[in-house]
């Protein structure tokens, strides 16, 4: 496809259960991104992927989080045991840049983002 | 840390007037800075980047500065119209792994 696709776009689940969020990048892109945006608030960044190395996870809230993204393509972030503090709409970006001494600038292109509500 | 701030946090104009938006950021060692639309229910559309190393970039009716020591940003939206009504995020990355780090946003409102 053309763009990020991210999947489900809604999502409702009870407190406690666990949750698994889908993002498909931009073909060819070896950086991904997932944030995290409360309402009325900016994203808050969660963890990094360059290709399937998981290089930066200083965002995730907690260990009930996790991000993986096993052949460098596609990606899920898993939060177990929810809790309602979690509602938010999780975003993923991805971009082209790869090498940390490019300096690249290249955008990050984001999906439309799953809403996650926690009863 | 990095801190982003967006001042206002909501305009209403009428239409046909210049938008004017703010972006300030506490650590001027940034890569680059990034301004995004958001249209409610939807993620964010990238309108322009500046490199750290250039002062302006210009895509149609809209213009963005940055002025790198002083820590702030604005972005320019001529003759604007009813479609421009978003709220518009600005984004600095100062990580070289490029996560970014967003202001809360500008919501704007542009009426007929």
């Known amino acids: 496809g053309a763009g990020v696709s991210q999947s489900p776009r809604y999502k409702v689940a009870k407190r406690g259960q666990d949750v698994a969020l889908r993002c498909d990048p931009i073909?060819?892109?070896?950086?991904l991104f997932w944030y995290q945006q409360a309402l009325g608030q900016g994203p808050e960044f969660l963890t990094y992927?360059?290709?399937?190395?998981?290089?930066?996870k200083s965002g995730l809230p907690s260990d009930r989080f996790f991000a993986e993204r096993p052949e460098g393509s596609v990606s899920t972030l898993k939060i177990q045991r929810t809790q309602q503090e979690d509602s938010a709409v999780y975003l993923c970006?991805?971009?082209?840049?790869?090498?940390?001494?490019?300096?690249?600038?290249?955008?990050?292109?984001f999906g439309d983002g799953t809403r996650l509500s926690i009863l | 840390k990095q801190e982003v701030t967006q001042i206002p946090a909501a305009l209403s104009v009428p239409e046909g007037e210049n938008l004017v938006l703010n972006c300030s950021f506490t650590?001027?060692?940034?890569?680059?800075l990034q301004w995004f639309r958001q249209d409610p229910g939807k993620g964010l559309t990238s309108l322009l980047l500046i490199q750290s190393s250039q002062r302006e970039q210009t895509s149609g009716r809209l213009n963005a500065s940055l002025d790198k020591s002083s820590g702030r940003s604005t972005l320019y939206i001529a003759a604007s119209q009813p479609g421009d009504s978003a709220t518009y995020l600005c984004a600095v990355k100062d990580d070289s792994w490029g996560k970014l780090q967003f202001g809360a946003g500008t919501q704007v409102v542009v009426t007929p």
């Open positions: 970006a991805s971009s082209r840049e790869f090498d940390r001494a490019q300096f690249s600038n290249q955008p990050q292109h």
């Open positions: 650590d001027s060692a940034i890569y680059n």
């Open positions: 073909s060819g892109h070896v950086s």
């Open positions: 992927f360059q290709n399937e190395a998981q290089l930066d």
